[in-house]
């Protein structure tokens, strides 16, 4: 392939204000434990098409302006004098524009599709020496496609398309930044004072609730960071569209919206493969609700945690799920050292370890808004939802990164389609499992989208003839 392009690089120089060093931030912290824990970079990543006549001189004069608007992009990971890990905000420096140019007598469409399998291997690649990378793919002197990738220890889903409307792309453009908002070395002095610690004590003592009648970790569950052999994760990807239409359609029976169904649909799906009742996860919250925080460019997520009980009707479980997300997603705010803290205190109380085995992530952020539109006015019909389960398909990607947990399963974002990212512990469960659980998503959704009545049920059989690759990992 590597014939077929040519890859340079465009020096760009910046400059700021913001200059220094601050502790981390409490999402700051969430996001370095994930990334020692997993080995993976964690990185924010997509690839956006543009517009006609935007041009690399453009692309270069925009990377360079917002560098050097936002300390958070100027950021990186240092050490303080007692050792602990800081945040340090440069006044200057030169990041590379990376532009692959086409050869003249290739289609458009091959620089379109290297577009986007940049995107997903720069998910899992370091970035260097800066928080940010991009690239712009050129075809026949055009430039057609950039691929954008942001380190998550300085940018969350929000931060990234807020970076994207500063660019001039997205579907953030005309939003501008809020001149007013906090930078991440300001948030972190200010989870320092009086009253946002309060919250975080808080949030605790509402994870000491969830907590403390966990039972011990299982044989290859969960447990400390490095416990467990690495290597041991294997990933799948979920798609479907007959989910989604019946997604939409519970959602506007339920008068809830499609994150609480999908929530309460993959937890009757983890509990009708491990029968877990209820069924106890972590879910990523990302606190932009709160207030000042709307527009700050940083990390922001961490994790919640919730019980869902899984009795009665489907129509049962999503009402039961909404309640205990409600509560739950005010209480994703919180220092995690002190999180690490309240779980010592309960081993030992206990006196066996125990943790959360599952982990769940809506990371829709370009497609939410119009999803929720779609369940407010779609009139989805049985025919129609059926006449789509042919497209479903469950692609197996081997070994790319380790979680903590059991299971972790993210909603990504893809237009018009249930879109799963699963990945689950291969000590804990075989691959046959991990896709029962994937198409018991879709199995049950189906089921309950035109019948209120609907009972969870069982789990389905996995589906060989329909899955990308014959042998499951």
């Known amino acids: 392939m590597a014939e077929r392009f040519t890859v340079t690089r465009v020096p760009v120089r910046f400059s700021g204000p913001g200059v220094g060093t601050a502790p981390l931030t409490w999402g700051q912290k969430a996001i370095l434990r994930d990334v020692r824990a997993s080995g993976w970079t964690n990185n924010i990543s997509g690839a956006h098409a543009l517009p006609e006549g935007v041009t690399v001189e453009d692309l270069a004069e925009r990377l360079g302006r917002a560098m050097g608007k936002h300390p958070a992009l100027r950021t990186r990971l240092g ?3 007692e050792g602990d890990a800081c945040q340090v905000v440069a006044a200057a420096g030169v990041v590379d524009l990376e532009v692959v140019t086409f050869a003249d007598e290739l289609d458009r469409a091959d620089a379109v599709d290297h577009g986007n399998r940049l995107w997903i291997d720069w998910l899992v690649e370091p970035i260097a020496p800066w928080p940010l990378r991009m690239a712009v793919v050129r075809h026949r002197g055009a430039a057609v496609h950039l691929v954008l990738a942001l380190d998550h220890l300085v940018a969350d889903g929000t931060a990234a398309l807020l970076v994207m409307a500063d660019l001039g792309l997205g579907e953030m453009v005309g939003h501008p930044v809020d001149p007013r908002a906090m930078t991440t070395a300001e948030l972190a002095r200010h989870e320092r004072t009086p009253r946002v610690r309060r919250i975080g004590d808080r949030a605790l003592r509402y994870w000491e609730t969830q907590l403390r009648t966990l039972p011990p970790a299982a044989p290859g569950g969960p447990g400390r960071p490095g416990d467990r052999p690495a290597r041991r994760c294997r990933t799948a990807r979920f798609h479907s569209p007959a989910a989604h239409l019946a997604v939409l359609s519970i959602a506007r029976r339920t008068r809830t919206d499609t994150s609480v169904v999908l929530l309460a649909l993959i937890a009757i799906a983890i509990g009708a493969v491990t029968d877990a009742d209820p069924v106890v996860a972590n879910l990523v919250t990302g606190n932009r609700f709160r207030p000042g ?29 909404r309640r205990a997300a409600t509560v739950a997603w005010l209480q994703a705010y919180y220092d995690p050292d002190r999180l690490d803290e309240l779980i010592a205190r309960l081993d030992a109380e206990r006196g066996h370890p125990a943790r959360v085995a599952y982990r769940i992530s809506d990371r829709r952020f370009s497609t939410r808004s119009a999803t929720e539109a779609m369940a407010r006015e779609a009139r989805v019909t049985e025919d129609a939802v059926r006449a789509r389960l042919p497209e479903t398909f469950v692609k197996w990607d081997g070994h790319r990164y380790d979680v903590d947990e059991q299971l972790f399963v993210a909603v990504e974002d893809r237009a018009e389609t249930v879109y799963l990212h699963l990945v689950y512990d291969s000590t804990a469960f075989t691959g046959e499992r991990a896709e029962a659980l994937l198409r018991s998503v879709e199995e049950v959704a189906v089921r309950a989208a035109f019948d209120p009545d609907a009972p969870p049920g069982p789990p389905l059989r996995p589906a060989p003839s329909t899955t990308d690759s014959a042998v499951a990992p």
Not at 293 to 312: H, K, N, R
Request: glycine content about 12%; aromatic content about 0%.
């Open 293 to 321: 925080l709307a527009d700050v460019i940083g990390s922001l997520s961490q994790d919640t945690v919730l019980t869902i009980g899984l009795g009665g009707t489907v129509d049962d479980v999503v009402a039961r799920t």
């Open 79 to 81: 050490v303080d004098e």
